[in-house]
């Protein structure tokens, strides 16, 4: 079998952006998780307006 050819692929212009993007929103949905888990570990979580 021939080893895989590893070259790097061109990409479209918008390509790192996207990606940007992309990393943004994992990073938001970390820190909404994080925050969801905080919040329920305290005491502060439920059905809204029962605290």
């Keep these: ?3 895989a050819d590893i070259r790097a692929a061109p990409h479209e212009p918008w ?3 996207g ?3 992309l ?3 994992m ?3 970390i820190a909404i998780s994080a ?3 905080y ?3 305290n005491g502060f979580g ?3 307006g029962r605290h």
């Design 35 to 37: 925050h969801t888990l």
């Design 39 to 41: 919040m329920t570990f």
């Design 19 to 21: 990606v940007a993007v």
């Design 1 to 3: 079998m021939k080893p």
């Design 46 to 48: 439920g059905f809204p």
């Design 15 to 17: 390509y790192r952006y």
């Design 23 to 25: 990393l943004f929103e």
């Design 27 to 29: 990073a938001v949905a």
